[in-house]
T-cell receptor, first 115, second 113 residues
């Protein structure tokens, strides 16, 4: 039972254009969402996050949108750069005082930005 | 400040052999996690330790044991390795229950033949 799904295994975009990576979830108890970026032979690194009380969070070229009613979030990268080529994972967690900090990850989407 | 360190970086085992993957963090984080990454499967949680002295099963704990040696160190043991345990293993830590960010180590690539 995959609670967090990234249905596009790969995405290819031209440098300078927008990259949109999508993520769907099924657990309505999730209330905090994160995006991680992973280069080959390295560990994942945190990129951006969003709380369920917001519908948008922006950090430079990266913006995450959350649609709670659709249980869907997306990561927009504008403009895309060749250095953005990596695997992107979305993750979710249930908040609250009893939360242990466990993250549930999606399968990942490999982004290739062509020069 | 090294963050999260893992040893070894690479390991090849024969079926039935045992080994321990080591993880240490120097960020004074309370929580530590072990994940495995397999193609098309994302990162799956094996075990976690919400605080020193506690450990709990994640999504895929079978075939593994863990020890939270102290606040800094969290080890993962394979008692009798199987080819299905061929994977890349990541350790992570977190200390912030506000934004839930986890910091990952560089990974251990394990092959079981």
């Amino acid at each position: 039972d995959q609670q967090v799904k990234q249905n596009s295994p790969s995405l290819s975009v031209q440098e300078g254009r927008i990259s949109i990576l999508n993520c769907d979830y099924t657990n309505s108890m999730f209330d905090y969402f994160l995006w991680y970026k992973k280069y080959p032979a390295e560990g994942p690194t945190f990129l951006i996050s969003i709380s369920s009380i917001k519908d948008k969070n922006e950090d430079g070229r990266f913006t995450v949108f959350l649609n709670k009613s659709a249980k869907h979030l997306s990561l927009h990268i504008v403009p895309s750069q060749p250095g953005d080529s990596a695997v992107y994972f979305c993750a979710a967690t249930e908040g609250g005082s009893g939360n242990t900090g466990k993250l549930i990850f999606g399968q990942g989407t490999t982004l290739q930005v062509k020069p | 400040n090294a963050g999260v360190t893992q040893t070894p970086k690479f390991q090849v085992l024969k079926t039935g052999q045992s080994m321990t993957l080591q993880c240490a963090q120097d960020m004074n984080h309370n929580s530590m996690y072990w994940y495995r990454q397999d193609p098309g499967m994302g990162l799956r949680l094996i075990y976690y330790s919400a605080s020193e002295g506690t450990t709990d099963k994640g999504e895929v704990p079978n075939g593994y044991n863990v020890s939270r040696l102290n606040k800094r160190e969290f080890s993962l043991r394979l008692e009798s390795a199987a080819p299905s345990q061929t994977s890349v293993y990541f350790c992570a830590s977190s200390g912030d229950r506000v934004n839930y960010e986890q910091y990952f180590g560089p990974g251990t690539r394990l092959t079981v033949t």
